[in-house]
């Protein structure tokens, strides 16, 4: 490839997605017209460290386990899958009850589903233990998070605990 003359080490790094200072220079005398005036020493790319980064352990926290039934509620919504079920779905949600580990699946043609199968949800597993939900924990997305369903949950007394994004283990049993 053609170059122009006040092309340096660092560009070249980054036109060949941070390519390693050393191997540059050995690459410098194998390619015909690069020529790397400057050489830095102590070469420092944001995007390598930032690529370099790596997420700490996440620990579990069994502390925050529920101790009896419906105390806490774990909820995802799965993203569109490749093939749609016979009715039409693409989508499903999952309730998952804490203490018990019991999970009820729905699906959905469409995420904004997610309040009403929430309420059938509610409506079957109250009825059948004679319980109330307490908590409902999800991550941060749309489907969970609107007007209709924070007016809904406050109506029945029911504490809504979100993960912060990106974090998929903050929701980790249901993830």
């Given at each position: 490839m053609a170059k122009s003359s006040n092309e340096g080490a660092t560009?070249?790094?980054?036109?060949?997605?941070?390519?390693n200072m050393a191997n540059l220079k050995k690459l410098e005398n194998m390619v015909n017209g690069m020529n790397l005036k400057e050489m830095p020493l102590h070469?420092?790319?944001?995007?390598?460290?930032e690529g370099k980064h790596q997420r700490?352990?996440?620990?579990?926290?069994?502390?925050?386990?529920?101790s009896k039934l419906l105390e806490l509620v774990h909820s995802d919504v799965c993203e569109p899958m490749k093939t749609t079920?016979?009715?039409?779905?693409?989508?499903?949600?999952t309730f998952i009850d804490d203490f018990s580990r019991k999970t009820h699946v729905y699906l959905l043609k469409a995420k904004g589903e997610v309040f009403n199968k929430f309420k059938a949800y509610?409506?079957?597993?109250?009825?059948?233990?004679?319980?109330?939900?307490k908590t409902l924990r999800s991550d941060n997305r749309g489907e969970f998070?609107?007007?209709?369903?924070d007016d809904?949950?406050?109506?029945?007394?029911?504490?809504?605990?979100?993960?912060?994004?990106?974090?998929p283990q903050q929701n980790g049993i249901v993830e």
């Open positions: 560009l070249w790094h980054q036109r060949l997605g941070d390519f070469h420092v790319c944001e995007a390598c460290i700490t352990y996440f620990p579990k926290d069994e502390a925050t386990r529920a079920s016979r009715g039409g779905a693409h989508y499903f949600v509610k409506a079957l597993v109250e009825n059948q233990i004679g319980m109330k939900i998070v609107s007007k209709k369903f809904f949950l406050c109506e029945c007394g029911i504490e809504r605990q979100t993960s912060a994004p990106y974090t």
